[in-house]
């Protein structure tokens, strides 16, 4: 289903000429070897671009459309026209003279198997070159002197005769094309992605800019150890696959995975996503409502969601936008030297939209006026289960996989993810550095607290509770508790201004736990608070306790389970972000 759907993309981005055709790729240059009609290499250039990398500039190489590059391990194995200097010069950094040699002496037989019968001068020109030079003499070449350590490094280069790259000759890519074509000798099998018989390709190539994989590639079909494979079969015999079908569905992936606008990194996984029409508006809308960027206005955003989720087609950017369009989404994580699909999903856009949707309205909750957006993003929801005072402030790999999952499916969200924010309330202390910042119930604790039980619903954790703002007309006593501890500090806090640590501080753990313990010693506390206040104050604060202890009875829980807790932390929340509206306002 993967392969058959990258496949599939591929096609449509080679049929609107976004993409290589069979055979070719976009390969990272950075040299360029000028050369005569006799072969003599006459200078080196560079075609190294500068190109902005977080806040510098750095010199990065030029993507050329070459022919496709072969998936190298410990071999020797040459490309065509383009390589590294062991195999076009035949001399590196890695000393190993010997293993250079046989590398040059494989590229050299390569290009002349290749462009022997081929009438043109460029060909000529690389034949002649291969023939004239001397590896042994390459280090002392006077061409090579200026650049010669980051030649050597290990960068691509690529040939040029009378002022043309020899990859646009059309001679030479005809002889290229015919190369490819030809079937290898292999064993005749079904496609499993195509489903014709054929020659299947026993390597498949490497997929690149992965987050933590090989920054050389890894591969995404792979068999390198008995255990995987069956019935006598190696390498990717185990899954054959047709040199078309393999050389497609890694050229599409590849081509999505350095489109770095529409890739999404989410703990230890790399998003990519597409429609099935090849329309990037698609992405682009789908990436703006999942992390909440702004490509778009806030305004046209809304428009548009509102009419694709109810079914209507949509006339957005230049593009005419289907609610019934196949959307696909896939999360690839590093393993060793493959790669691990942590999900792939295949729906309608329209259902994919609906359920981010429905997502984002069980996570509105009252928020700081600071606070640029509406709810929080799927990585501040996995931060908030990180000690963010921690070396490692990642979080989860696989809690990340399953929040993400439970968003695009409109599923329940995972129980490890309440317990992570759970652990985080429990053992939180205030920074004593940094005393202003969010404290145990944050904004977006109490947003994933509201929108979990909301979707993973508890009769302890009734909807009177998990409301947008405080619902002063909740009767649920676990909330009122929560309310009636934020008013108590509130009080503590009007008797001793500019307190650094309040009853929040030690007793918010116990309070939310064994409320029969602690909350008769806080009353009483309270009492001595009252006292140093003004009257007006007093009798502001005195009504919010009468209003709130005639909703708890006479007697507090001995014990409050797990959601009921979440009750309290959401009721605390609640009032707090009252009191701090308030606060704004004047």
């Not at 506390?525 to 009257?535: E, F, G, N, S, T």
Request: net charge positive; with cysteine; glycine share 6%.
């Amino acid at each position: 289903m993967i392969l058959q759907a990258l496949t599939e993309h591929y096609q449509t981005l080679a049929d609107s000429g976004k993409i290589s055709p069979p055979g070719w790729g976009q390969i990272k240059v950075s040299y360029v070897l000028c050369i005569s009609i006799d072969g003599e290499l006459e200078q080196v250039i560079s075609v190294q671009t500068e190109q902005k990398k977080g806040k510098k500039t750095v010199l990065a190489p030029r993507l050329m459309a070459l022919p496709a590059p072969v998936k190298r391990s410990s071999g020797v194995a040459a490309n065509f026209l383009c390589d590294n200097s062991s195999y076009l010069l035949g001399v590196d950094q890695k000393n190993k003279p010997q293993r250079a040699l046989e590398c040059f002496q494989a590229c050299k037989h390569l290009h002349e198997t290749l462009l022997k019968g081929v009438d043109s001068p460029a060909a000529k020109a690389v034949l002649a070159f291969f023939q004239a030079w001397q590896p042994e003499q390459a280090v002392n070449h006077p061409a090579l002197s200026q650049d010669r350590e980051d030649i050597l490094s290990g960068v691509n280069l690529v040939f040029r005769y009378n002022g043309a790259f020899i990859q646009d000759d059309p001679l030479i890519q005809q002889a290229w094309d015919a190369y490819y074509q030809i079937d290898e000798a292999g064993p005749q099998m079904v496609c499993l992605v195509t489903g014709e018989r054929g020659s299947v390709e026993s390597i498949h190539p490497s997929i690149k800019n992965v987050q933590g994989a090989q920054s050389s590639g890894a591969a995404l079909v792979s068999f390198n150890a008995p255990a995987f494979c069956s019935y006598g079969k190696e390498q990717n015999y185990n899954a054959p696959t047709s040199k078309y079908a393999a050389f497609a569905y890694t050229t599409a992936l590849n081509y999505l995975l350095s489109d770095q606008e529409h890739v999404y990194q989410f703990g230890d996984a790399t998003v990519v996503c597409w429609a099935k029409s090849g329309s990037d508006v698609y992405q682009n809308i789908f990436n703006d409502c999942l992390t909440g960027q702004t490509r778009y206005s806030e305004q046209d955003m809304q428009s548009v969601v509102e009419k694709l989720t109810k079914g209507h087609e949509v006339l957005f950017d230049e593009a005419l936008l289907d609610p019934n369009m196949d959307f696909y989404v896939m999360a690839l994580s590093p393993n060793a030297a493959r790669l691990s699909v942590r999900f792939f999903m295949r729906n309608t856009f329209g259902h994919f939209l609906k359920n981010i949707q429905a997502h984002r309205e069980r996570l509105k909750i009252i928020r700081p006026v600071y606070k640029k957006f509406e709810v929080p993003s799927l990585k501040e929801i996995l931060d908030a289960t990180v000690n963010q005072n921690s070396r490692d402030k990642k979080g989860a790999s696989i809690l990340a996989g399953e929040i993400l999952r439970a968003a695009l499916n409109n599923t329940s969200y995972p129980a490890t993810l309440l317990n992570g924010v759970t652990l985080r309330v429990r053992a939180e202390q205030r920074d004593k550095d940094h005393p202003e910042r969010p404290f145990k119930i944050t904004w977006q604790r109490a947003a994933i607290i509201k929108a979990y039980y909301l979707k993973n619903t508890h009769s302890d954790v009734p909807k009177e509770v998990l409301t947008v703002s405080l619902n002063s007309d909740s009767i649920n006593i676990p909330y009122n508790l929560g309310r009636l501890l934020s008013v108590l500090e509130a009080i503590q806090s009007s008797a001793n201004p500019g307190i650094n640590a309040t009853i929040k501080d030690k007793y918010f753990n116990s309070a939310s736990a064994t409320p029969a313990i602690v909350f008769p010693v806080l009353m009483n506390l309270a009492q001595k608070h009252l006292k140093k206040l003004d009257a007006g104050l007093r009798t502001y604060y005195d009504k919010q306790l009468i209003a709130l202890l005639a909703k708890l009875g006479e007697d507090y829980p001995a014990r409050m389970s797990l959601p009921q807790q979440g009750s309290f932390q959401l009721g605390y929340y609640h009032q707090t972000q009252t009191r701090f509206e308030k606060k704004e306002e004047k």
